[in-house]
């Protein structure tokens, strides 16, 4: 049976802050749009808009990125303000892939460290902390590599204020 | 249900400024500076006193002196740098150490020259729209400094920059004006 699939490529949901799944589809919008100063985009490393939700649908295609989401409010905007972990999971197989994920993130980095979008509501990205996932041993597959990162971000999301 | 009583409006998304700030002096960045930048207008008012007053009255205050002032910390120290710390600085090359260049702060009791003060000092903010807001003081002086270097960090030089009324400026002939500006941009 496929994995959940509601954040999809070619989506046409309400982007912005509106909701928690507008919320991932703008971070994924502007991920897909951003380009470095080098002129190098996500899909020149994914091959596509390979980017998902929690997890890839089933058979996956590498490489692909996930998006995950831990929110908080912060008291002193009364619940209207949070603060955000947005975790990035970039996956490849076999391992010669780990360079075109580290690549991917590279370009991640890029969008997400400098993220001030006020499409709707208020999306801040300025720190992160990321990582390369150890070799994975037997019976877990080691070709699979993967990088980890998980940004801060500072949200005042309309779903909350304009309530 | 009655929503909680916050002070957000529609438009913070747009008005709220974000980040420590960038030091600017004329259209170049000072360097890389720690932490945030403070402004401080140094505003001071006089109430006028009379007999049997109880509280300060509308319409008897005045605005009586300012000393605007830029506070924070670098991290750098460029050849740049040192003259606009050391104000009206003497550079000697080629010194008595090998290779060196050597900076000797203004003699103490010369005024300074026109040349030593900083120009358009600007410490400009992003704003949540995508543009900025700057403090902008035409004429400065940075008036004192310090250095402090730390384990396994990066140094901290704490400056402090004071306006000064460029007289001389368009805008700021009245003795009585200020010697800052709050100023938007769309860009830097």
């Known amino acids: 049976m496929s994995k959940p699939t509601w954040v999809v490529p070619n989506n046409t949901l309400r982007q912005g802050t509106g909701s928690t799944v507008a919320i991932y589809a703008r971070i994924r919008s502007l991920l897909l749009a951003h380009v470095t100063p080098q002129g190098e985009r996500l899909a020149d490393y994914l091959g596509s808009e390979n980017i998902w939700v929690r997890a890839h649908p089933q058979p996956p295609i590498f490489p692909y990125l996930t998006l995950r989401l831990d929110r908080v409010s912060t008291p002193w905007a009364s619940g209207y303000r949070e603060t955000a972990q947005l975790e990035v999971q970039a996956i490849g197989q076999p391992e010669a892939q780990l360079p075109v994920i580290e690549s991917a993130m590279d370009i991640v980095d890029g969008c997400l460290l400098s993220l001030t979008d006020n499409d709707a509501g208020l999306m801040v990205g300025r720190t992160r902390q990321r990582g390369t996932i150890p070799q994975f041993t037997d019976p877990a597959d080691s070709t699979v590599v993967g990088v980890v990162a998980t940004y801060d971000l500072i949200l005042w999301p309309t779903v909350l204020t304009t309530r | ?188």
Request: zero cysteines; aromatic letters at 8%.
């Open chain 2, 1 to 188: 249900m009655t929503a909680p009583l916050t002070g957000y409006t529609s438009s913070l998304p747009t008005d709220v400024l974000l980040d420590s700030g960038v030091l600017y002096i004329g259209s170049s960045v000072l360097g890389a500076m720690t932490g945030g930048l403070k402004f401080d207008p140094g505003t001071e008012y006089r109430a006028i006193e009379f007999d049997g007053r109880r509280s300060p009255v509308r319409g008897l205050d005045r605005k009586a002196a300012t000393m605007p002032k830029l506070t924070g910390t670098m991290i750098q120290l460029s050849t740049t740098n040192v003259g606009q710390i050391e104000p009206g600085a003497t550079v000697v090359a080629s010194g008595a150490w090998t290779g060196s260049t050597s900076y000797q702060g203004k003699r103490a009791g010369s005024l300074l020259a026109s040349g030593d003060y900083l120009t358009d000092v600007r410490a400009i903010w992003l704003r949540g729209s995508g543009a900025f807001v700057q403090v902008r003081f035409p004429a400065a002086l940075l008036t004192k400094y310090d250095m402090t270097s730390q384990d396994s960090a990066e140094i901290a030089i704490a400056i402090e920059i004071e306006a000064r009324l460029p007289i001389d400026a368009s805008g700021f002939t009245n003795v009585g004006d200020m010697p800052y500006r709050i100023e938007y941009l769309a860009a830097v």
